[in-house]
Nanobody, 120 residues
């Protein structure tokens, strides 16, 4: 029920910053996920429907931050590393409360992904 379009990916050098955008058709809760080469898709960060709450996995805490401005969500990434290379997805799910979630199986709506490559 939610259409999502990611943008902002590209090729960057290690240590660089990059912000991904996710244009959504409504204000459902947004999660960010990444699928790296040879690995399963994993949760990165999420922002609640209101934008007042956010979360991130421990491995990217301090570097990645999810936020939103109404129906447009963002993933700010700092100090990028080669292991951050992968396809980044935004996903949406309805939540009655202003919560955040890390379980990708609970997100029914997904964008097409945007490629991020970190290389020297």
């Amino acid at each position: 029920q939610v259409h999502l379009v990611e943008s902002g990916g590209g090729l960057v050098r290690p240590g660089a910053s990059l912000t991904l955008s996710c244009a959504a058709s409504n204000d459902w809760q947004i999660g960010w996920f990444r699928q790296s080469p040879g690995a399963e898709r994993e949760f990165l960060a999420a922002v609640s429907r209101s934008g007042r709450r956010s979360s991130s996995r421990d491995s990217v805490k301090g570097r990645f931050t999810a936020s939103r401005d109404r129906t447009k969500a963002y993933l700010q990434m700092n100090d990028l590393r080669p292991e951050d290379t992968g396809v980044y997805y935004c996903a949406a799910r309805f939540e009655r409360w202003d919560s955040v979630g890390a379980d990708q199986t609970e997100y029914p709506n997904w964008g097409q992904g945007t490629q991020v490559t970190v290389s020297a």
